[in-house]
C-alpha cells in the first residue's frame, strides 16, 4: 500500500497498540543503562533489538570503539525496506543518566496518569514510540517510503562520541531525521536546540606562605575571579547565548596563596555565528591574565553544533502539525537550550525534527515523567509525519 492511510486509520491503529506499548515500558525502565554502564546498554540493546526483530525490522549489533580509554555499549541499526524513495531515519538512545541501582529503587509507577522510573521519558518511551509508529503503517499495510532505518545508540548522555560517526554515515543520503527525544511539557516538538562548546581555563600562578611573605605569591584564584566576572558578563548575547562556569578547582590550604586553578566552562548559543563569537571571546578572556605574574592556557573542545532551525527542518514540522490536526490535536514548535543527536544531523544539512516522543519532563530526576494519555496520540503523530515524508509531502 503506497497511498496514504486516513488519520481514523492511525488512531485507531495506534489504539489497538497501547495495550503493547504499556506492557513493554515497565520491562525496558527496569533495566539500568547508564551511559557507563556498557552491560547494563547492552542488556537494553538485547531486550529492545528483540523487539524490532519480533516488529519485522532486520537489526543489526555493532559495538563501539574505546573513545578516550572508556567502553561503550553497542549500537543498534534496524532497517525495513519499502516501495517508495524517500529515506528516513529515526534516532533514539539506549542510555540513560542514571547508576546501576536505580531501577530497583525506583521502580515504574503509574500515577495520576502519568508514568514514572528512571529514563521512562529520556528516552525508553521515545524508543517504544518509534518501534509501534512504524508498527502502525504496518499494521495498515502502508510502505510508501523508501528505507526507514532506527538507529539506538548507547552513548547521547555522553556527547555521542563514539556512535557520532555511525548516526553520520546512516543521516547521509536520508530525506528526513526523525528524534524521538521526549515532546516538551506542553506538547511542543523541537525545531532548534543550541550548540555547545566546553572550555578549560587552566591557570598558574606562584605559592607563597600566606602569612610570612604573601608578596611573593603569585594567585590563581584571585585571576580566576577575574575572568570568571568577564566570562559571566558574557551571558545574554546574540541568539541566547549562555556562558556558565560549572566547576572550579583551586588551592590547596588557607594559609597558602593557590598556585594553580582550574575552571570548566559551558558555552552555549542558537546559531553557528553567535556560538563561533563567544568561544572566540572565551578563549581572549582566557589568555588574557590581569594578575602580574600569572600565566594560563586555554583549551577548548566544539561538542557539537547548533541545529538551526531550516528551511526543510520548517516543512517538516509544517507537515507535523498538519498531521496533528486532522488527528485532531494542535501542537506547536519550541528551541531549547539542551543538546541532542539532532543537533549532529541538522548540522549536516539534512532536515531534522526532535521531540517526537511521547510529552514528559523533569529528565535526569527522580521526578521524571510521561503523560500516559499522550502516547496513543503521539504514536499516531508520528506514524502519519513517516507516512508523509515517505510520500515526499516534506
Known amino acids: 500500500m503506497s497511498g496514504a492511510p486516513s488519520a481514523a486509520e ?49 537489526v543489526e549489533r555493532r559495538a563501539t570503539q574505546p573513545v578516550k580509554d572508556r567502553r561503550w555499549g553497542d549500537i543498534v541499526i534496524a532497517r525495513r525496506r519499502g516501495g517508495g524513495e524517500h529515506r528516513v531515519l529515526l534516532l533514539g538512545h539506549l542510555d540513560t543518566v542514571f547508576p546501576d541501582g536505580t531501577a530497583a529503587a525506583r521502580p515504574f509507577r503509574i500515577e495520576d496518569g502519568r508514568g514514572f522510573g528512571p529514563g521512562v521519558c529520556d528516552m525508553k518511551g521515545g524508543l517504544l514510540m518509534g518501534l509501534h509508529a512504524v508498527g502502525i503503517l504496518s499494521d495498515l499495510g502502508f510502505d510508501g517510503y523508501g528505507e526507514l532505518v532506527f538507529v539506538c545508540n548507547p552513548d547521547e548522555e555522553r556527547g555521542s562520541a563514539a556512535s557520532r560517526p555511525v548516526i553520520i554515515d546512516e543521516a547521509r543520503g536520508s530525506h528526513a531525521v526523525l528524534v524521538l527525544e521526549a515532546a516538551r511539557e506542553n506538547g511542543d516538538v523541537v525545531s532548534s536546540r543550541k550548540g555547545v562548546t566546553t572550555a578549560r581555563v587552566e591557570i598558574r600562578g606562584r605559592a607563597a606562605h600566606a602569612g610570612v611573605e604573601p608578596e611573593r605569591g603569585r594567585s590563581a584564584v584571585v585571576e580566576a575571579a577575574r575572568k570568571i566576572e568577564a566570562l559571566h558578563a558574557l551571558n545574554g548575547g546574540p541568539d541566547g547565548t549562555t556562558v556558565n562556569i560549572g566547576v572550579v578547582q583551586a588551592g590547596t590550604r588557607s594559609n597558602v596563596v593557590p598556585e594553580r586553578a582550574v575552571l570548566d566552562i559551558d558555552i552555549r548559543a542558537s546559531t553557528e555565528a553567535a556560538l563561533a563569537a563567544v568561544e572566540a571571546e572565551v578563549v581572549r578572556i582566557g589568555w588574557t591574565n590581569m594578575v602580574n605574574g600569572v600565566t594560563s592556557t586555554v583549551d577548548q573542545f566544539k561538542e557539537v553544533r547548533p541545529m538551526e532551525r531550516s528551511a526543510g527542518t520548517a516543512r517538516l514540522f509544517r507537515a507535523a502539525r498538519s498531521a496533528a490536526e486532522e488527528l485532531g490535536f494542535g501542537i506547536d514548535e519550541a528551541a531549547t537550550g539542551g543538546a541532542s543527536d539532532a543537533n549532529t544531523t541538522s548540522a549536516l544539512g539534512i532536515p531534522t525534527l526532535d521531540g517526537l516522543g511521547p510529552i514528559g519532563g523533569d529528565d535526569h530526576s527522580d521526578r521524571e515523567w510521561i503523560d500516559m494519555g499522550s502516547i496513543v496520540p503521539r504514536t499516531a503523530l508520528l506514524a502519519s509525519l513517516i507516512a508523509a515524508i515517505g510520500r515526499g509531502e516534506t
Open 10 to 58: 492511525v488512531l485507531d491503529a495506534a489504539g489497538h497498540r497501547q495495550g503493547a506499548f504499556v506492557d513493554a515500558l515497565p520491562e525496558l525502565v527496569s533495566i539500568d543503562s547508564g551511559t557507563d554502564s556498557p552491560d547494563g546498554v547492552n542488556r537494553m540493546a538485547d531486550r529492545f533489538g528483540h523487539l524490532l526483530d519480533a516488529g519485522g525490522w532486520q
